[in-house]
């Protein structure tokens, strides 16, 4: 079974979690790239027709189209991290925080201000990132 990831509930515009999840990740500072370790998903609950939205890492977006990839505990603790940390700044509600691991992990944030400076390499495109 794959998992869809931390479901969460919005409390910021999708967009601003969207753009928040591109400066979260894997930084390489002497090429000054960013790799984003999640996304935002956006599905549809098909019993009730209700908007339903997760905080996912990319390999099991992969595995969703069918790729075969390793997700490790690894990627699950910083899922769960980068997850956390979003919830910290308010800007989404862990829906059930219980289920998590326990440990966090650490990822890079890269600031709003030095975004212009980077480059962000997606291992993943979902909807219309380029």
Request: glycine residues 4%.
């Amino acid at each position: 079974m794959i998992n869809l990831g931390v479901k969460v509930e919005l409390r910021e515009h999708f967009s601003v979690i969207r753009e928040s999840l591109d400066r979260i990740g894997i930084a390489n500072k002497n090429k000054k790239t960013i790799v984003p370790l999640c996304y935002i998903l956006h599905k549809t609950n098909r019993d009730t027709d209700e908007s339903e939205y997760y905080i996912i890492h990319f390999k099991n977006l992969k595995k969703m189209d069918g790729e075969f990839v390793y997700f490790t505990e690894e990627d699950e603790i910083k899922q769960a991290s980068i997850a956390r940390l979003l919830e910290n700044w308010e800007l989404v509600k862990i829906i059930d925080k219980e289920s998590l691991p326990i440990k966090n992990s650490f990822v890079y944030v890269l600031p709003h201000k030095q975004k212009k400076d980077w480059s962000i390499e997606h291992k993943y495109n979902i909807g219309n990132i380029q």
